[in-house]
């Protein structure tokens, strides 16, 4: 572990007269999210999102922070009323876009910089989304969806005016009908269009029944032409991994393909001269995890490079050096985020920005984000007792610290992040995680511990604030929380350890990790817990089908059935065609044995499912069979459901609700 890092997780000692976190601390904190450093480097536009208690929601006020030396000043520019998000600087930095309601629909607003006077810009019946400023700031490109009716049944007479009916039906056609957090796809289709800055009127450049932009976008350094992606390849669809990229000239026409590689191909950048293509971008494979590279090519066509091959790591997303000669590439690293120069020339990359930190706060996610311009960095921080604020750095030094939570933080008393590894009792494969301790820790007490496991599978954590484990560790548990085989930021054949596999072998790196907590006099060996969301939740459930050494679990929405998973889950394609092979009906056996559920016979762990019903990322109905074959089999179970949440666990009150009731299930069976 970097020195500095090691630092940063140990300097949590408590203040006098402090106070342990508590539920009510949530909605004191804020957290720094989204930089965008100006032009010219002199000026860095953020958010801090805050939690509002009475309306129960996520808010966010746009700052901005001027560098004027070695001094940096910031103020309000936007405050939360506005609902204002995705700000970004015109290319001349005089003007600044966002997104933000008008006459009840989210709208592009432009803000003269000078004068800080918002006015809106678009006024139509769409709702704007992604938007890129075009290179002389005359022009935003920008994503909306176009409505369409609804479909009709054939001779179905027209509910008379006045009339109360049932809902309509939803007549569904197509094979991907819904989203976790959307919920139940709208008929019309995400379209491209341009607006004039000076008029206002925007022009629809794609047409079609299907989503024509289906991730990022870019502008050719002239201004002529517009570079996107899109899923429109005829069943695109039924492919985990698929998107292709196009340009459309900026005043109309037809699209043009510019790649056709069987994977995925996002997130373009256009090089200032105009000549390159860089994307992020994944060949088509049959393997649990397919890891994104940055790849360029010559935009006129022709051969694509893979430019991070021998990096090995998951690229986020990219953005081109100013000179051209290189792109700035954001990462996953061993549970940290980082930015590295990566050279097209071939040469090796270079640390730029050393860590960056994640800002999920529910849970210690990597993640993050940052900006660059003129040589400025801002980004995100890395802060293991309080929510990430804004670093900003030039030169390679770090030269300003925006820290909203210091006199939050000063009246706390939150216990220190300790960095531990070991050797999986499987096949002694290196595994790494944290330790989160409790408040006013003494080694020589006895303490539970509460093994927390991430989701994804293939995500991570990191050495990061969350609320989860501050209120796990305030009721007195040491919070263990790893990143086994499968995690991400390891190297791809560590995040493909489970291919075809899962759950399998990283139960074994969890169980390893808690018997090398166990070897420490402090740790209460009666008292072990397991807990875990997504991912975390198919691996806690599937612990407890093999081993009872736990005293009770939490299960948050889990994978129980493979089989349900498939057919009725978000990612079906993803489901069906890396994660288990072959189609239920096909290779019932194999589903079968991978699902939890196989198991439920064996269990004699007192078990709390969570679950959203709203989650159409793993729906309810999972959760709700495995709580019902437990209450069958006479083990003392719980079921918590939140209303209209999705799989993010909704709001505020219901992230502090998933966060508690796990307390109150452990706290329940505590050998005292």
């Known amino acids: 572990m970097k020195p500095f890092l090691l630092a940063l997780l140990l300097a949590s000692a408590p203040t006098l007269?402090?106070?342990?976190?508590?539920?009510?601390?949530?909605?004191r904190l804020s957290m720094v999210t989204d930089p965008k450093v100006s032009p010219d480097g002199s000026r860095v536009l953020?958010?801090?999102?805050?939690?509002?208690i009475q309306t129960d929601t996520r808010q966010g006020e746009i700052w901005l922070a001027t560098i004027t030396g070695k001094t940096v000043e910031k103020h309000l520019l936007i405050g939360a009323a506005a609902k204002a998000g995705g700000v970004d600087w015109s290319p001349d930095g005089k003007r600044i876009a966002y997104v933000a309601p008008w006459l009840g629909k989210p709208q592009l607003w432009v803000m003269d910089a000078a004068s800080g006077v918002g006015k809106v810009l678009t006024t139509g019946k769409m709702a704007p989304v992604a938007f890129v400023w075009s290179p002389d700031s005359s022009r935003i490109a920008f994503v909306a969806q176009v409505e369409a009716p609804a479909v009709k049944i054939a001779g179905m007479l027209e509910k008379p005016e006045g009339a109360t009916w049932a809902p309509a039906p939803k007549i569904i056609d197509a094979f991907h009908y819904r989203g976790d957090g959307a919920g139940y796809l709208p008929a019309g289709a995400a379209q491209l269009f341009v607006v004039p800055i000076d008029t206002g009127t925007a022009v629809q450049l794609t047409s079609g029944n299907t989503d024509q932009i289906s991730g990022g976008l870019d502008w050719t350094p002239d201004g002529k032409r517009i570079v996107y992606s899109t899923q429109t390849r005829p069943g695109a669809e039924m492919l985990p991994i698929e998107s292709d990229l196009y340009s459309i000239a900026a005043a109309g026409g037809a699209p043009q393909r510019v790649t056709s590689s069987d994977g995925t191909e996002d997130s373009p950048a256009v090089s200032p001269d105009g000549r390159?293509?860089?994307?992020?971008?994944?060949?088509?494979?049959?393997?649990?995890?397919?890891?994104?590279d940055l790849w360029i090519m010559p935009l006129a066509g022709g051969t694509a490079r893979n430019l991070t091959r021998a990096l090995d790591r998951p690229i986020i997303d990219a953005r081109w050096a100013r000179d051209g000669k290189g792109l700035y590439a954001f990462y996953n690293d061993a549970g940290l985020t980082r930015v590295a120069l990566v050279p097209v020339d071939g040469g090796k990359p270079r640390v730029v920005v050393n860590a960056i930190g994640g800002t999920r706060l529910y849970l210690p996610s990597a993640g993050g984000s940052w900006s660059e311009g003129n040589g400025t960095f801002a980004y995100t921080t890395v802060e293991a007792d309080r929510p990430a604020g804004l670093g900003i750095q030039k030169a390679g030094r770090e030269i300003a610290h925006i820290d909203f939570n210091a006199d939050w933080r000063a009246g706390k008393t939150i216990g220190k992040m300790e960095h531990v590894a070991w050797k999986s009792a499987r096949d002694g494969l290196p595994v790494e995680g944290w330790v989160q301790y409790p408040p006013n820790f003494d080694a020589?007490?006895?303490?539970?511990?509460?093994?927390?496991?991430?989701?994804?599978?293939?995500?991570?954590?990191?050495?990061?604030?969350?609320?989860?484990?501050?209120?796990?560790?305030?009721?007195?548990?040491?919070?263990?929380?790893?990143?086994?085989?499968?995690?991400?930021?390891?190297?791809?054949?560590?995040?493909?350890?489970?291919d075809k596999a899962y759950p399998g072998d990283d139960l074994s790196d969890?169980?390893?990790?808690?018997?090398?907590?166990?070897k420490r006099p402090y740790v209460d060996a009666r008292n072990q817990f397991i807990g875990g969301g997504s991912g975390g939740g198919v691996l806690t459930t599937y612990a407890i089908g093999n081993t009872n050494r736990f005293r009770a679990a939490a299960a948050l929405r889990p994978v129980t059935d493979w089989t349900v998973q498939a057919l009725t889950s978000d990612i079906q394609a993803?489901?069906?065609?890396?994660?288990?092979?072959?189609?239920p009906w096909d290779n019932h056996e194999d589903y079968w044995r991978r699902s939890t559920l196989s198991l439920v016979g064996k269990v004699q762990t007192p078990t709390l499912l969570i679950d959203g019903e709203a989650d159409w990322r793993t729906p309810i109905g999972q959760s709700e069979a495995y709580y019902?074959?437990?209450?069958?089999?006479?083990?003392?179970?719980?079921?918590?459901r939140l209303p209209e949440a999705g799989h993010g666990m909704g709001r505020p009150s219901q992230w502090l609700q998933t966060n508690m009731v796990v307390v109150e299930w452990y706290n329940k069976y505590l050998v005292r």
């Open 17 to 27: 007269a402090a106070t342990p976190f508590e539920p009510a601390d949530f909605y």
């Open 574 to 583: 993803l489901t069906l065609k890396n994660w288990v092979p072959g189609t």
């Open 46 to 52: 953020f958010t801090r999102a805050t939690f509002d």
């Open 510 to 518: 969890l169980m390893s990790g808690v018997d090398e907590m166990l």
């Open 276 to 292: 390159t293509l860089a994307y992020i971008g994944a060949l088509t494979a049959t393997s649990f995890y397919v890891q994104p």
């Open 628 to 640: 019902q074959a437990l209450k069958v089999r006479g083990i003392d179970t719980r079921m918590v």
């Open 444 to 498: 020589a007490k006895k303490y539970p511990i509460a093994l927390e496991i991430h989701g994804g599978p293939n995500t991570d954590y990191g050495p990061y604030f969350s609320i989860t484990h501050q209120l796990y560790a305030a009721a007195g548990y040491i919070v263990l929380f790893t990143n086994p085989r499968g995690s991400i930021g390891y190297g791809q054949k560590f995040a493909n350890a489970i």
